[in-house]
């Protein structure tokens, strides 16, 4: 079945990134990512919090920010990372996947950055990218780098709520985004050089076994952010094909969510009052939003 097949769901634009906040200056991150051409924004992690705000990260220039439920942007942390995923802790606080600096933690009422995991073994990572929180407090982040099918060695590892931090795979071709299940027997994770999603099974004794490809996909990039709904259906970023793919417990093809701006469809998230999703499409700076009840489509 190709893509264009898929029954297909419309986006339109939720917020855009005011001119005002974008800045199209070269970076660090640009010349690396985009061969040195100026990026005034790219913005991914989207995450809501309790009242209803949307929060983003904008790696090149370091920046976090806040959308209110109005559609007011405003910039709540600046600093020297390249933060990229974002997930919210129970007590408030968010996390930050920064490729820089490793695992960060924000303080949302004040800006204040504090680190929470910045190596292991006194080692640095390879440059984490995101991470999600299970309810047991578990943190759960992949450690991408500029690994890939030449290099198989990005990392996925759990940082328990107990402070123990465990690998749970070494040999990721540029492991991405993660989504766990909704009893999170299992975790997802974008494997994004391979442009496939990996399940892993976790099993009670903490560890993953038969580990397994649950999707493959095609393109110049391949899946980045990803999104799990209340009945276990799985939504995928692609960053490169303009869409989010919305696939079945069992891998099989529900709806193909395509952008109404650009192809760089780069992280997914569901609505609070689980009516919908937002995507990131990062080449233009806009947040989209789409209808996605997954108990009608499951």
């Excluded at 919305?246 to 760089?264: D, F, K, T, V, Y």
Aim: hydrophobic share 40%.
């Amino acid at each position: 079945m190709t893509y264009c097949n898929w029954p297909p769901v419309e986006t339109t634009v939720l917020a855009e990134m005011p001119a005002a906040l974008r800045r199209p200056v070269p970076t660090e991150w640009s010349r690396a990512n985009k061969g040195g051409a100026p990026v005034d924004c790219f913005l991914e992690g989207p995450c809501w919090d309790a009242q209803g705000n949307l929060w983003v990260v904008d790696i090149p220039h370091g920046r976090i920010l806040r959308v209110s439920p109005q559609g007011e942007w405003n910039v709540v942390a600046e600093y020297d990372g390249e933060p990229n995923g974002l997930a919210l802790r129970h007590d408030g606080t968010l996390l930050i996947a920064d490729y820089k600096n490793g695992l960060l933690s924000l303080d949302p009422a004040t800006g204040a950055i504090s680190p929470l995991l910045t190596r292991r073994n006194s080692e640095r990572f390879k440059g984490p990218n995101d991470l999600v929180v299970a309810r047991n407090g578990d943190v759960y982040f992949t450690d991408q780098g500029q690994t890939g099918l030449h290099d198989p060695t990005g990392r996925v590892y759990r940082l328990r709520a107990d402070g123990r931090l465990d690998c749970l795979l070494s040999n990721g071709p540029s492991p991405n985004g993660l989504a766990l299940t909704p009893d999170e027997s299992a975790l997802f994770v974008a494997m994004t050089r391979d442009n496939a999603v990996w399940r892993l099974p976790l099993l009670a004794d903490g560890s993953t076994s038969k580990v397994g490809r649950f999707a493959q996909f095609h393109g110049t990039s391949g899946p980045d952010g990803m999104a799990m709904d209340p009945v276990g259906n799985l939504l995928v970023a692609h960053a490169s094909l303009g869409a989010v793919f919305a696939l079945s417990p069992h891998g099989e093809p529900l709806a193909r969510i395509a952008s109404c701006r650009g192809r760089s469809t780069t992280n997914v998230a569901l609505t609070p009052d689980g009516q919908g999703i937002v995507i990131t499409e990062s080449a233009t700076g806009t947040v989209l939003q789409a209808s996605w009840r997954g108990l009608e489509l499951a």
